[in-house]
């Protein structure tokens, strides 16, 4: 049984991937746009461009959150992903408790793991980046076959 979940392992960290990217990107659109059951802004209205941390946070949530999605540059994005959401966790919610039950801060902290998880991990099956390594990868010269001497 061990062989056969490691022979699925690629596609279960891709549908990983995938879900936390997708989760992540959804959670930008709605902070910037109000889209998806989400109220723009933290206080129900917009976010205006350039404000800090509000804005840079959900730009980087949609844009990291869409490359992890397809599997693009994923590691770099994952890694800027997981550093905003620390910083999120470290300097929003923590101050109010010590605990993420209690400070709210259960959200920033498993995407903080998830993305940190993908940094090491890659993008797994069903990504763009291996779709990419694929086709730029040169093609390996055939070995010629080695000669012998006679004696």
Same mark, same amino acid.
């Given at each position: 049984?061990?062989? &056969?979940?490691?022979?699925? #392992?690629? =596609?279960?960290?891709?549908?990983? &991937?995938?879900?936390?990217? @997708?989760l992540f990107a959804c959670h930008g659109a709605a902070s910037l746009f109000g889209v998806l059951g989400g109220a723009a802004g933290t206080d129900g209205g917009t976010i205006d461009a350039?404000? !800090?941390?509000? !804005? =840079?946070?959900?730009?980087? #949530?949609l844009v990291c959150g869409t490359l992890v999605l397809l599997g693009l540059v994923? $590691?770099?994005?994952?890694l800027l992903a997981s550093g905003s959401m620390a910083y999120a966790y470290f300097k929003v919610? #923590?101050?109010? %408790?010590? !605990?993420?039950?209690? *400070?709210?801060?259960?959200?920033? %902290?498993?995407f903080c793991w998830a993305f940190l998880l993908l940094v090491f991990t890659g993008?797994? %099956? @069903?990504?763009?980046? $291996?779709?990419? *390594? &694929? &086709?730029?990868?040169?093609?390996s010269e055939p070995v010629a076959p080695r000669?012998?001497?006679?004696?």
């Open positions: 049984m061990s062989a &056969r979940l490691d022979t699925a #392992q690629p =596609y279960a960290l891709g549908l990983f &991937r995938i879900v936390v990217g @997708l350039g404000t !800090w941390p509000g !804005w =840079y946070a959900a730009a980087i #949530q994923t $590691r770099p994005a994952a919610h #923590q101050p109010g %408790a010590l !605990w993420p039950m209690e *400070n709210g801060g259960e959200a920033s %902290a498993m993008s797994g %099956a @069903l990504g763009l980046d $291996r779709l990419i *390594n &694929r &086709r730029t990868a040169p093609a000669a012998t001497a006679s004696v």
